[in-house]
């Protein structure tokens, strides 16, 4: 067939899901003409205002919710909007129609039956249906309807849950399948999963049961609400939500209605009785306690005696409100010091207490539910953890999790506790093989039940996984590695607390390009933890700064800004691949490389005013230095200027990495934004490789960056004023708004001049060292360090 283009997409349905899906294709660029029914009270009506209320409303409601379905405002530009009987006929111009209407299968027949009458031959038909089978969808449809269709089952929110599930039905044709599979990952940002066509597919399957396990486990070990959140949560790599908040926010109807479905549709699954819906369950649903959607669920917000608003936790013996309770486990206090999840994940699962027994009857049941899954749900162990990982935020996958534990040494005991494994998985260790995956020259190999042999996983050619590479080690210390990842380029890798960026770090970092510079065409940084790095480690300035250990201070300051411009002025290209927070010191860093490769969910700025202090790792010099190049004759040169200055003085963080664009943290044309960001490493690297190809020369220094003086620091201070004044400001804002005023204008020069880099970078010093002096400034970074968040004094 010939290569399909997809330039405008038509939605059909615009609640919660058909609005984001909508949302997000219009976020990569793609037109969208998202429909709707036409309300009742409007079906006479020829007010088209009137007859597109409901999609227009459910589109405003999707594009006012906070996080943004959108990477930057300007996309829903893109979406135009209709109503079913009278717009109907625009699905002609589209190159795919996706239907996300109400979850009943007499309705959705009599859509797809409308969407004949309109379609052109050949355009694609997917639903995004989670509860009916995707085959009965397209029955009685013609055979281009047939051949052109199958199930595209997104999660919500779009933009940010990574799975796509692709679900064929035996009429789709293959080159569908593998647009979709390559479509999504390329240009949705998407890990695309092809799903079988069983009930609730992949994701669902396998994260209501370990939902409704643990519910099972309440009752058996005495374990209450709070108790569960701090053991499900992030301490075993799982979102913050853990397991009973995750209830809220989906809907606990909802999740109650997976369960059901699963338990009345696979009367052959081994473990059926796990799906069945608890007496305390049924009451939390019969009482309209919903979550989210309904405002309590097993979580309430109060208000508590000083009127403030607390969140009280369901008791599920009692059903009534409580104050949460803090969960006191000896093990879990043990294991908040180990940073790497995996061997965090081994001391908890062996622990005695009763931490210890859950970790174990919750696993133990996992390992053998997925087991008991090939070839049912999935004929591949990969697609399983891939879809866990994507759909419900899990840090390492199920068969990734039992190869950490140790698999043989794990099914001896899961057989002892009265856990049963697959045949197949016997089969795998009687015949030498003791790992679902292994690595082998960088490529992640997964065992294959079938063939009884390691395959490689498909695509991940695309990808680079750092961590692949340990046994290309060139040169480590106590926090980074720097990996050979073939092909001439280096890659550096740091893991620390939050990623932050210490002395081990910077000295990894300079390593790199110093080995790069004799023997390699130049260097990738990048990591794989949950955050690309939350900056500097201010830990270390908070004890420098505390001790009055002020020449330590300067050291690690200046070491930092050198870093930085080895970054920009070396002999090799340097490129950088952040993704999730790249904030502080990790966006300075950014601005310093030769290209940014960005995953889209890139949230970049800098924050230092926050902590009360100003970016002093050449984030500010690097500000007046393009405020310098942007400024021209026909606006007052202090317009250019100003908006840097407010950038960064209220810490602006974009919330996506095309919004950096807008920010002027990366340069249009240069700096590329990657939706997938499991391809940003490999993207980054290709780009080193051009950029060596193309006869790469260290730039030099720059020594014409034009500052304005006296003249802009009086508009700026007046400004800060002005801030002051409406109480948008407090007093030690101001004072550490002035210092950034004063470095960005040049000082108090008595007329423009041009000064070099190393000039601005003094100054950036200077009033980053005295900040770190003042008690404010202090209790800003302690409060950080403390709670997380700077305190505003």
Request: aromatic letters at 10%; glycine letters at 8%.
């Amino acid at each position: 067939m010939s290569k399909r283009i997809i330039k405008k997409i038509a939605v059909l349905g615009s609640g919660v899901m058909g609005s984001r899906i909508a949302c997000h294709f219009a976020g990569i660029g793609v037109q969208v003409i998202l429909l709707d029914i036409v309300p009742t009270e409007a079906k006479e009506s020829t007010n088209k205002l009137l007859r597109n209320k409901l999609v227009n409303d459910s589109l405003q409601a999707a594009i006012k919710s906070n996080p943004s379905p959108v990477y930057t405002k300007d996309a829903v530009k893109r979406i135009a909007t209709g109503n079913f009987d009278d717009d109907l006929k625009e699905i002609g111009t589209c190159d795919w129609i996706i239907e996300v209407v109400v979850e009943r299968l007499d309705i959705k027949r009599a859509l797809y039956e409308k969407v004949e009458g309109f379609r052109k031959a050949g355009t694609l038909v997917t639903s995004n249906t989670s509860g009916i089978p995707i085959h009965l969808l397209s029955e009685g449809r013609s055979e281009d309807f047939k051949k052109n269709f199958c199930g595209t089952h997104f999660f919500n929110p779009p933009r940010y849950l990574r799975l796509l599930e692709i679900i064929p039905t035996p009429d789709t044709d293959p080159s569908v399948v593998d647009f979709l599979m390559n479509y999504g990952d390329l240009y949705l940002g998407k890990t695309t999963v092809l799903a079988k066509d069983t009930p609730a597919f992949i994701a669902n399957r396998i994260g209501v049961y370990g939902m409704m396990a643990i519910f099972g486990l309440i009752e058996k070990l005495g374990l209450s609400i709070d108790e569960v959140e701090a053991l499900t949560g992030p301490v075993i790599g799982r979102p913050k939500s853990a397991t009973f908040r995750t209830a809220d926010v989906v809907g606990i109807d909802t999740l109650v209605k997976v369960a059901k479905g699963v338990y009345d549709s696979c009367p052959n699954d081994e473990q059926r009785n796990v799906f069945q819906i608890p007496a305390w369950l049924n009451k939390v649903v019969e009482n309209n306690w919903l979550g989210d959607k309904t405002g309590q669920g097993f979580f309430k917000k109060v208000k508590g005696n000083s009127g403030e608003k607390e969140i009280f936790t369901l008791d599920l013996k009692t059903l009534e409100y409580q104050p949460r309770q803090k969960a006191k486990f000896a093990s879990l206090e043990a294991a908040k010091p180990i940073e790497d999840l995996r061997q965090r994940l081994k001391m908890l699962v062996s622990s005695q207490d009763k931490a210890g027994e859950f970790y174990r009857h919750f696993h133990y049941g996992l390992f053998s539910y997925i087991s008991n899954r090939i070839p049912e749900i999935s004929d591949e162990v990969y697609r399983i953890d891939d879809a866990m990982k994507a759909g419900f935020g899990w840090e390492i996958g199920a068969f990734e999790s039992w190869d950490t534990l140790g698999v043989e040494k794990t099914v001896q005991a899961m057989k002892a506790a009265g856990y049963p494994v697959a045949t197949w998985v016997d089969e795998m260790l009687a015949a030498g093989n003791k790992t679902f995956y292994k690595v082998e020259n960088g490529n992640t190999l997964s065992y294959d039940p079938a063939s009884r042999s390691y395959k490689s996983i498909p695509g991940s050619k695309d990808f680079i996984i750092l961590e692949n590479y340990k046994d290309k080690t060139v040169w480590k210390n106590g926090s980074t590695n720097i990996y050979d990842i073939g092909d001439g380029v280096l890659g550096v890798q740091w893991n620390t607390k939050m990623n932050s960026i210490g002395g081990d770090v910077l000295a990894g970092i300079s390593k790199a390009i110093e080995m790069a510079e004799k023997n390699y065409k130049g260097v990738v940084i990048a990591n794989e933890g949950a955050n690309f790095s939350a900056g500097a480690n201010v830990g270390m300035i908070f004890m420098f700064a505390i001790e009055q250990e002020y020449d330590e201070l300067d050291f690690a300051i200046r070491a930092f800004q050198n870093t930085m411009m080895r970054c920009r002025y070396s002999s090799v290209p340097v490129v950088v691949a952040p993704h999730g927070l790249a904030l502080g010191g990790a966006c300075e860093m950014s601005l310093h490389s030769d290209k940014v490769c960005a995953a889209a969910e890139t949230y970049t700025g800098l924050v230092e005013l926050g902590v009360g202090l100003i970016p002093g790792g050449g984030g500010t010099k690097e500000f007046v230095l393009r405020a310098s190049d942007e400024m021209h004759e026909d606006e007052p040169e202090t317009i250019t200027l100003k908006n840097r200055f407010l950038t960064i003085a209220t810490a602006k963080v974009a919330t996506s990495a095309f919004e950096a664009y807008n920010l002027g943290i990366y340069r249009k044309g240069l700096d590329e934004v990657v939706v997938n960001q499991n391809r940003r490493v490999l993207e980054a690297k290709k780009s080193v490789i051009e950029f060596y190809d193309s006869g790469y020369s260290m730039p030099a220094q720059r020594k014409d960056i034009r500052v304005l003086g006296r003249s802009a620091l009086g508009a700026l201070y007046s400004g800060i004023h002005g801030m002051w004044r409406a109480n948008y400001a407090t007093e030690h804002d101001v004072t550490v708004a002035k210092k950034l005023a004063y470095v960005m204008c040049g000082g108090d020069l008595s007329e423009q001049t041009l000064v070099s880099e190393q000039y601005l970078l003094d100054l950036e010093r200077e009033a980053f060292l005295s900040l770190c002096g003042e008690k404010k400034t202090l209790e800003r970074i302690q409060s950080v360090l403390k709670g997380g968040k700077p305190v505003r004094n």
